[in-house]
């Protein structure tokens, strides 16, 4: 077993029964032109994550872990997009309208991939969501519960949205979350801090908050054993 120093208490969890989730690690929340500068924010504060995650990613990949990546975006028909979720917010562009990569959220356009710096490789799962959730209307249960997963590495963006919404539906699935504090980033600085406080509140009423280093230096202390992980 792995021991992770975290909040409120240490994490512990079995290396064949765990999976990194990188959540919407993609160039339209990240990068300018997209769907996040859309909404007037200000897509610089996210990019701190992403030096943090590709060291996690790789401590992943080199023992053989599961790695689970999910993008937010829409059909090309937008059948699949709600006029409430199309419509909040009086954006400068809409979901599905043309932006400078592309048609905004939308599958296939540029600003709907992974930043390269994180991008899937072969055997990564790859998620597509419609909503802000990574189980909502996807097949994420399914895919944990036949590796036999039971906890979860959470990284992503924005803490308090597509973070938030996926570690509140994995704790209610019976997934055991570690946010990694670094790994995760939103537009709001104060957002971020009361997200990653709440989690953690109340003895772990939804998870537990970690960094990078402390799970990366656990896992370096801890060998795993490759023929025991899936
Ligand atoms: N707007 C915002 O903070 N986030 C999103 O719309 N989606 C995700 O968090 N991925």
């Known amino acids: 077993m792995i021991t992770v120093q975290a909040e409120p208490h240490p994490y ?3 290396a064949a029964r765990v999976a990194l989730l990188c959540i919407d690690f993609q160039r339209d929340f990240v990068e300018a032109g997209g769907f996040g500068e859309s909404l007037g924010n200000d897509v610089s504060r996210l990019r701190s994550t992403i030096e943090p995650t ?11 872990l599961t790695v689970i990546h999910t993008r937010e975006g829409h059909r090309p028909d937008l059948t ?17 309208d ?3 990569m592309g048609r905004l959220l939308v599958r296939g356009s540029a600003g709907h991939d ?4 994180l991008a899937p490789q072969p055997g990564e799962v790859l998620l597509d969501k419609p909503g802000k959730g990574s189980f909502y209307a996807t097949d994420l249960e399914t895919i944990l519960r ?16 597509c973070v938030q919404s996926t570690v509140r539906e994995a704790n209610d699935r019976g997934f055991e979350s570690l946010v990694l504090s670094d790994c995760t980033g939103s537009y709001f600085p104060e957002f ?5 406080a709440m989690f953690a509140a109340q003895g772990g009423i939804v998870g537990w ?20 992980v899936r």
Do not use: C, M, W, Y
Request: charged share 25%; glycine share 8%; aromatic share 4%.
């Open 98 to 100: 043309e932006g400078p």
């Open 209 to 228: 908050v970690g960094t990078s280093a402390d799970l990366l230096s656990a896992l370096d202390r801890s060998p795993v054993q490759t023929e025991n």
């Open 80 to 96: 699949d997009l709600f006029p409430a979720k199309r419509d909040r917010g009086n954006p400068t562009l809409r979901i599905g």
């Open 114 to 117: 992974i930043v390269p710096e």
């Open 192 to 196: 971020h801090a009361s997200a990653l």
């Open 12 to 14: 512990v969890f079995d």
């Open 54 to 64: 590709r060291a996690v990613l790789s401590a992943f990949r080199e023992r053989g």
């Open 146 to 161: 036949a590796r036999g997963i039971t906890h979860l590495v959470v990284t992503g963006v924005t803490t308090e949205v």
